[in-house]
């Protein structure tokens, strides 16, 4: 059993940056690769960005690519999503992911799933 707590959500203006935090417990966090998606209001949870389990490799959704950085530290059993030059339709609840297999945009390979935090960006 995985558990992932998310932080590092919150109200920034359009334009800023926001560095979100999985943080992994449980089983070791560093066997799993790691995924970010998000869910706003009334609209289907989507793909944000993915990293393996080495960190070796990263894919992103093309609404982030150039803007969001995904990373890991397997020491601290932690994800980062690096959240820059946000706009308005970036508000949603953001959620991490782990899998044991494979890592990519659809969340079915997802077996453990963070509890979401929360971004705001106001125009």
């Known amino acids: 059993q995985v558990q992932l707590v998310e932080s590092g959500g919150g109200l920034v203006q359009a334009g800023g940056s926001l560095k979100l935090s999985c943080a992994a417990s449980?089983?070791?966090?560093?066997?799993?690769?790691m995924g970010w998606f998000r869910q706003a209001p009334l609209k289907e949870r989507e793909f944000v960005a993915a990293i393996t389990r080495s960190g070796g490799s990263t894919y992103y959704a093309d609404s982030a690519k150039g803007r969001f950085t995904i990373s890991r530290d397997n020491a601290k059993r932690t994800v980062y999503l690096q959240m820059n030059s946000l706009k308005p339709e970036d508000t949603a609840v953001y959620y991490c992911?782990?899998?044991?297999?494979?890592?990519?945009?659809?969340?079915?390979?997802?077996?453990?799933w963070g509890q979401g935090t929360q971004v705001t960006v106001s125009s």
């Open positions: 992911a782990a899998s044991d297999t494979v890592v990519g945009d659809s969340p079915r390979p997802y077996r453990y």
């Open positions: 449980g089983r070791t966090g560093s066997t799993y690769g």
